[in-house]
Each structure stands twice: as structure tokens, then as C-alpha cells.
């Protein structure tokens, strides 16, 4: 398959032929020479995928940290307290972009090669304390770090905001995660490279991005380059990342290309992984003894499927980790939401939860048969990202397996419409979900109440066609569930001329239920598809 297929690709590395182990090895890192361009020789991006296949065939080898104790125990706080000089940014002046590093330490430990290309030459950038500032409350800690502890990340700034400041754009550090803004946003969910074996018994296994070479744009230029080399114990792959910052007409957005290695069998592959916060909101307005009404980077998982359906499932902080996949085949989408972006309903001047990124993961090419899979892990504080949403495909991802994975990642806010037509020639249209509530099925005081396991669901449903109908216009719910009984079904009209669909749940004994609601007019779907597993043992 050429370069520039536009395909997904999926084959075996057949000169892979023993199985490469997932353990450690005292053997050299393998390494590749610097590029340079040559009419005649490969692009960076051949370089680079040559690269990752060559470490594939190797056994993995962990990035070794070099960074004293001091600075790997620094605090959050301390950390923080390392900024680089905004007046040392590279390309500063030069282009149209600029690149500040991240310092090592605060448990970014891990070396990242940063190489720098311009007029067709790569050169590494090498580690130098006076790109850094070092706060007073770093005064009396040891900081230096030789120079072979390369730098912990990068971010990627540009006028997104104010054409006279450069805002952060898109930031890497951490294993394989990096976070993009769109304009007037701050940062909330991460994306990353690539998952493997998320909830898996035996642990999750976290592939590092270990090197990257950062293009020089030209003068004007509203796109960005980059290429990263991740490294894993089963993966190795090739990043090719084309970064599109947002103005007040369109959104920020990076085309993404993913060509993977398997070194050992994954167990579970994890394409365009999206990570985020759910603490309470949803079901659980304020939580327990807090003042804010809601606390989360992202409220729901957004689908569109293969079969033009639009599906919406809430997140939950349960009592125990849920893990549930949307079953598909060919998908033209998904992402995590922010779907309400009013201030009085986070109630939080520091963390901003109303000015939150959604994002979009836009497919493209065929993906095969898989599922989107939402993990969700019980959380007591808003410091832990306990979500996390990617496509798992069927196909398992075996010793010697090279695949190619193509798609758009896109910011947005509440609703991935109008907005994101520019990037994707348009977005959902259809009415959304703005409230979900589930409670006990029974008026205060009712004599003769129901069992407490029943439930009484309301839906209220805004936008779309629903916003031109009449009061008295027909608007019909379709309502199913895995388990139980539905009763009760009912359409009603909201003040704001949107509709509520509500209904009474009868469980069976002690068994979930896994619900789907939406509207019609006529014959013809009106909204999108509310999707929510219900679980006896943790009603909120």
C-alpha cells in the first residue's frame, strides 16, 4: 500500500517472523540515523514509520529516566513552579508558530527526543536549563538534570485567542496523551496515541511517544507538522499529526495518521483513545457536600454510527467500574461532550468547567467491525481521569500485524453541528439531549408508593426540527429496554418549545437495563438515540 493511500490498512510485518517478547532487554535502544532530505530517499514520515518498524522487531526497551530523585519527587505545586521562557520559545519571531518544552520531573520522567526540521535537515534539540525558570519555591531543592535527560514534553502555540498573544494550541507530555484547545477554550480531556489493554485484569499498558520532530512552517502558514515515534511493550508506531488551530468561524482541528507495529500480541487495541473527568452532574446534581452543581470535563459519549444514527450516552460515576461498547461496524464517529456550557451550572471561577473542550474523533476510511468502548471508574475527587472512550476493534492486533489507522480530531462545544461544517461538511442536525433524570417513581408523601427499585425517566430534548414545530405539533417517543418493562410512555412540551419524554421503568428482579429513547415525527427519527445502562445496585 503507497504512502498516500487513503485506506486503512491492515497486513502482517512477515519479516517479523519469531515473536517479539514484551520484556525488558539489556540490548542498545535501536536507533536510526538523522534524516536530511533527498529527492531520492525517503520522506520524514517514511523515516519515521521505518523507524517504529525496526523497533517493533526488537524487544521493547523502557525509556530510562536519568533525572535525579529532587526533581522526580517535586510536587504538582513545585513543578509548576518550572516554566519555560516565553522569550526562548523556538521559531519566536521566525514562523508563524512557536514550540516551548517541558521540564523533566514531577513524575514526567521519561526522556522525549525533540528534533527540529528545517531547510530538509533534522536536528535533535537537546536539553538546556536556561530555556527554564525556577521558582522561589524550588530554592532549596536540587533541580539540575544532565543533559541526556532530554525534555519531558512540548506544547505547540499560536494566536488562537488575540492575534497580538500566542496561546497553547496543543500539548504532549505524559506517556502517549496530548491536549488541544479550541478558541476560548481551557484545557479539560486528553486524547491520546493509542490505548492498550484498558481495563484488562492483568493492568493497562501505556505506550510512550519517545521522540518527535516538529516541521518549521512557513511565514503565514495556518498549519502545523509534527511526527512522533511511539514505543510499547506490543506496539510500535509512526504519528503523523497536521495541526489546524480554530478562529472565530471554525474549530480547532488535527488530522491524525497511525501506522502500527504489533511487537507482541495486544489484548485489547485501543484506536484514538479519549480521556476524561466525571465526578457528579448528571444524575447526582452537587454531590456530596459540594457547592457546585456540576463537576466534569465531559458529560457524555457521542456516536455517530455506521448506520447514520446519532447516539448519546451519559457518563455516571457509579459505585463500581462500568465498561460498556456501542457495537458498530464502519463508524463515522465519536467523541466526549461538554454538552452544558452555562457558568450557573458549575458554579467554579478556578477550574472554568463551563469553558471545557468537547471533542471529535472523525473516522476516516473503513474501521472494520468493533465497538466505541466507555470505561467509567468510581471516583471520589475531580483529579483523577476515570474516563475513557476509544474504538476497539474485533480484529484482534497480533505479533507482526501493521495496521493503519486515519482520522480528524475535532474541538467543539455543545453541539457538533454548524459549527465544524468547514472541517467536515457538516454535523449533527437532529434534537439533543440537554437533561436526563432518573429517580424514584413515586410522589412525596404517596400512600401507597411503589417498590423503591422503580424508576421514573425524564428526557428533555432540544434543537433540531424540534425547534420549528408548533405546541400542538405530534411528537411521538420510541422507548426499549434490554430488561424490564416500559410504562407510561410520554411526549410533553417543554417552556422553551423543545420535548420531554418521560416513562416508568419496572426492573426485572435484580437485572440492569440497558435503555433507548427517542423521538419521531411521522415516521422520522427527530433526535438522537439517549442510550443509558441502569443498574439496581447503584440508582443514584
Known amino acids: 500500500m503507497s504512502e498516500d493511500d487513503p485506506r486503512p490498512a491492515t497486513g502482517r510485518d512477515e519479516s517479523t517472523a519469531v515473536r517479539a517478547g514484551s520484556a525488558e532487554d539489556t540490548g542498545p535502544v535501536v536507533t536510526m540515523p538523522a534524516w536530511i532530505s533527498d529527492a531520492s530517499g525517503p520522506s520524514l514520515f517514511q523515516h519515521v514509520t521505518e523507524y517504529a518498524r525496526l523497533r517493533a522487531r526488537a524487544a521493547y526497551r523502557k525509556p530510562t529516566p536519568v533525572v535525579p530523585r529532587t ?40 526522556p522525549v527526543r525533540v528534533h527540529l526540521v528545517e531547510s530538509g535537515r533534522a536536528v535533535p534539540l537537546e536539553f538546556d536549563a536556561s530555556l527554564f525558570r525556577y521558582g522561589d519555591e524550588l530554592t532549596d531543592i536540587d533541580v539540575a538534570v544532565p543533559d541526556q535527560a532530554g525534555f519531558a514534553g512540548l506544547k505547540v502555540l499560536f494566536p488562537l485567542n488575540d492575534p497580538e ?42 505506550p510512550d511517544f519517545v521522540e518527535f520532530w516538529l516541521v518549521r512552517p512557513e511565514p503565514g502558514a495556518r498549519t502545523f507538522t509534527l511526527f512522533g515515534l511511539l514505543d510499547g511493550p506490543s506496539v510500535a508506531g509512526a504519528f503523523h499529526f497536521e495541526l489546524a488551530p480554530g478562529d472565530e468561524s471554525s474549530p480547532t482541528s488535527m488530522d491524525v495518521e497511525a501506522r502500527l507495529f504489533a511487537r507482541a500480541d495486544a489484548g485489547k487495541l485501543g484506536v ?5 473527568m466525571y465526578l457528579h452532574g448528571t444524575f447526582a446534581r452537587g454531590g456530596d457536600d459540594d457547592f457546585r452543581p456540576r463537576v466534569h470535563d465531559s458529560e457524555g459519549l457521542l456516536m455517530h454510527t455506521g448506520r447514520d444514527e446519532w447516539i448519546w450516552r451519559p457518563l455516571t460515576n457509579s459505585a463500581g467500574v462500568r465498561l460498556t ?21 458549575y458554579m467554579d471561577l478556578e477550574a472554568q468547567y463551563h469553558r471545557r473542550p468537547s471533542e471529535w474523533v472523525q473516522v476516516q476510511g473503513d474501521w472494520g467491525l468493533g465497538g466505541v468502548e466507555l470505561l467509567e471508574i468510581p471516583t471520589t475527587t475531580e483529579f483523577n481521569d476515570n474516563i475513557v472512550a476509544s474504538w476497539v476493534p474485533v480484529e484482534p492486533f497480533r505479533a ?37 433524570r432518573i429517580g424514584w417513581d413515586a410522589l412525596p408523601g404517596q400512600a401507597d408508593p411503589p417498590p423503591r427499585s422503580q424508576r421514573r425517566v425524564v428526557l428533555d430534548f432540544e434543537g433540531g426540527l424540534l425547534g420549528t414545530l408548533t405546541p400542538g ?10 430488561s424490564g418493562e416500559i410504562s407510561d410512555l410520554l411526549v ?49
Request: proline fraction near 5%; hydrophobic fraction near 35%; avoid cysteine.
Open 71 to 110: 526533581v522526580s519527587d517535586l510536587t504538582y505545586v513545585q513543578y509548576r513552579g518550572i516554566s519555560f521562557r516565553a522569550d526562548r520559545a523556538i521559531w519566536r519571531g521566525r514562523a508563524p508558530f512557536e514550540i516551548q518544552l517541558f521540564h523533566p520531573g514531577g513524575g514526567n520522567d521519561s
Open 165 to 206: 498573544r500566542m496561546d497553547e494550541v496543543v500539548s504532549f507530555l505524559g506517556a502517549s496523551y496530548f491536549r488541544l484547545l479550541g478558541p476560548g477554550h481551557v484545557y479539560g480531556l486528553s486524547s491520546r496515541g493509542l490505548a492498550v489493554d484498558v481495563a484488562r485484569p492483568e493492568g493497562e499498558e501505556f
Open 272 to 276: 484514538a483513545p479519549l480521556t476524561s
Open 325 to 345: 461498547s456501542l457495537r458498530d461496524e464502519s463508524p463515522a464517529g465519536y467523541g466526549l461532550v461538554q454538552r452544558d456550557r452555562t457558568f450557573g451550572n
Open 400 to 436: 507482526g500485524d501493521v495496521r493503519t489507522y486515519r482520522y480528524r480530531l475535532i474541538t467543539f462545544d455543545e453541539r457538533f453541528d454548524s459549527e465544524a461544517d468547514t472541517i467536515i461538511g457538516g454535523g449533527q442536525t437532529l434534537a439533543q439531549v440537554t437533561r436526563s
Open 473 to 482: 405539533a405530534s411528537v411521538l417517543a420510541a422507548a426499549s429496554t434490554s
Open 492 to 540: 410533553q412540551v417543554l417552556p422553551d418549545g423543545g420535548r420531554r419524554a418521560t416513562f416508568t421503568l419496572i426492573p426485572e428482579a435484580d437485572r440492569g437495563a440497558d435503555m433507548r429513547v427517542y423521538l419521531l415525527v411521522g415516521d422520522q427519527p427527530v433526535s438522537e438515540t439517549w442510550s443509558y445502562l441502569w443498574e439496581p445496585a447503584r440508582v443514584p
